[in-house]
């Protein structure tokens, strides 16, 4: 249980071009879903936390109109990386969790973006 | 968020036991402590979470003490696909349980 998927599971564009990768909870609900950023050789940084049905809470230094997020149902929350420039080339992960007190987040495999 | 701190690295051989120490002295009282394990190009896989004293499942063990302050993940009889990025995470109850990754412990297991 408590599947994650997330896709694309890679992407190489051309900068300019703008990004949507998406987040699925298969076999739970999601109340709260997350994304993070991580380069290479780093941790996983927080970007926003994302609740169903509200707008997106940004974390400090993350551009809210270079990362639109959207979590239109319980299932699935969207990433588009708008206008991406080669600097934006990362590893995107989202995660998950149940409405229920103290479940732990549910990770995707992550999405490799390249900006060429 | 509970800050947490963990070794940077760890080396071990097939077989044996590991253990990771994660200390959070600023763990909050409804504060739950999560542990995930990455793979180079993967999400992190959660491992295991407990609140106190001891959790097992099949894959490893959470020791917890009372005062609540550290935790110890242990990984019985490791084998070479262990070798991974190991996360201790507190859970911000607060706020949306939102996670703050430390650098991780490296671990690699030898033949």
């Known amino acids: 249980g408590a599947v994650v998927s997330q896709h694309p599971s890679r992407v190489i564009c051309k900068s300019g071009t703008s990004v949507k990768i998406e987040c699925r909870s298969l076999?739970?609900?999601?109340?709260?879903m997350f994304w993070y950023r991580q380069f290479p050789k780093q941790s996983l940084m927080l970007m926003a936390t994302?609740?169903?049905?509200?707008?997106?809470?940004?974390e400090q230094g993350v551009e809210k109109d270079k990362f639109l997020i959207n979590h239109a149902s319980l299932t699935l929350s969207t990433l588009t990386v708008t206008s991406a420039h080669p600097e934006d080339s990362s590893f995107y992960i989202c995660?998950?969790?149940?409405?229920?007190?103290?479940?732990?987040?549910?990770f995707g495999d992550g999405t490799r973006l390249s900006i060429l | 968020l509970a800050k947490t701190t963990q070794p940077i690295s760890m080396d071990s051989y097939e077989g044996q036991e590991v253990n990771i120490t994660c200390s959070h002295n600023?763990?909050?009282?409804?504060?739950?402590i999560t542990w995930y394990q990455q793979f180079p190009s993967q999400g992190p896989r959660f491992i295991i979470q407990?609140?106190?004293t001891k959790v097992t499942n099949e894959v490893a063990s959470l020791f917890i003490p009372a005062d609540r302050k550290s935790s110890t993940l242990s990984l019985p009889r490791v084998s070479l696909s262990d070798t991974a990025v190991y996360y201790c995470?507190?859970?911000?109850?607060?706020?949306?349980?939102?996670?703050?990754f430390g650098a991780g412990t490296t671990v690699t297991v030898r033949a």
């Open positions: 995660s998950a969790r149940e409405r229920t007190d103290n479940q732990p987040q549910h």
């Open positions: 076999d739970f609900q999601a109340t709260t």
């Open positions: 994302s609740n169903e049905g509200s707008k997106a809470t940004y």
């Open positions: 600023n763990i909050a009282t409804n504060d739950y």
């Open positions: 407990g609140y106190k």
């Open positions: 995470l507190v859970g911000d109850m607060e706020n949306d349980y939102k996670l703050s």
